[in-house]
C-alpha cells in the first residue's frame, strides 16, 4: 500500500466531512438527473454511496471483518447527513483500532483491509465529485487524498475491468500537469469538464 493506514484514515477524514455536506445539499428535484456515473441517476448514486460506506464501516467493526454481500433492500435515512459522519466515525475508529490488519469480507469475498481503506478513499473522492458536480454543489478534497489514491488506482484499473463495457469507464485523457483531482476522474473514466445537461 502507499501509506500507513492512519495515514489513509487522516485522508479519508475530510472526504466523508464534504461527502455529508453533499448527500444532504441533495434536493428531491435533483433525484432523477444524470450523473457521471452514467450506471446511476442522482437518487441511485446517493443510495449506493451511503449503502456502502454502511457495509463498508460496519465490516471494518466487525471483530471477523464480515461485512454484508450487499445493499439490497438499503433505504437512504431522512438525515442523510447525519447518516454519513455515523458511518465515517465508525469506519475511522475500527481503523485506528487495527482493523486493516485483518481482511474485510464482503459476503463470501475477502480483500485485504489496508487494501480496502485505500480503495474506499479512491472511490469516495471519484463518487463523492460524481454526486456533488450533479447537483451544483462545491467539491474540494485535500490534493494528498487525490495523489494518494493517483499511487493506488492504477493497480485496480486492470484490462479486465476497464473499458468499454466494464465496471469502470475507459480512461479520460488529460493533460500531465492537470491537477491531481482531475488526473484522478480521468483515470477512473470521468471527464473533469463534465456537466448535466
Not at 446511476?40 to 460506506?53: E, K, P, S, T
Not at 447518516?83 to 475477502?110: F, I, K, M, N, W
Not at 495523489?147 to 480512461?171: V, Y
Amino acid at each position: 500500500m502507499t501509506s500507513s493506514p492512519d495515514r489513509t484514515a487522516d485522508l479519508l477524514r475530510p472526504v466523508l466531512d464534504d461527502l455529508a455536506t453533499v448527500v444532504g445539499g441533495v434536493s428531491q428535484e435533483q433525484a432523477h438527473g444524470p450523473t457521471p456515473c452514467t450506471a446511476y441517476d442522482v437518487a441511485q448514486l446517493r443510495q449506493h454511496v451511503l449503502g456502502w460506506l454502511t457495509v463498508f464501516a460496519g465490516g471494518f467493526a466487525d471483530p471477523d471483518g464480515q461485512a454484508a454481500a450487499d445493499i439490497d433492500g438499503y433505504d437512504v435515512p431522512a438525515d442523510a447527513a447525519t447518516a454519513v459522519r455515523d458511518a465515517a466515525r465508525q469506519l475511522d475508529r475500527a481503523v485506528r483500532d487495527g482493523a486493516t490488519s485483518r481482511p474485510l469480507r464482503l459476503g463470501e469475498s475477502a480483500m485485504p483491509g489496508d487494501m480496502a481503506l485505500n480503495m474506499i478513499l479512491w472511490e469516495y473522492q471519484v463518487h463523492g465529485w460524481d454526486l456533488a458536480r450533479a447537483t451544483g454543489q462545491p467539491w474540494s478534497p485535500p490534493v494528498e487524498a487525490a495523489e494518494e489514491s493517483l499511487a493506488f488506482a492504477p493497480g485496480m484499473l486492470t484490462e479486465d475491468n476497464q473499458g468499454e463495457g466494464k465496471a469502470f469507464s475507459p480512461r479520460v485523457p488529460v493533460p500531465d500537469d492537470a491537477p491531481a483531482l482531475d488526473r484522478l476522474l480521468a483515470l477512473s473514466g470521468r471527464d473533469p469538464h463534465w456537466s448535466a445537461p
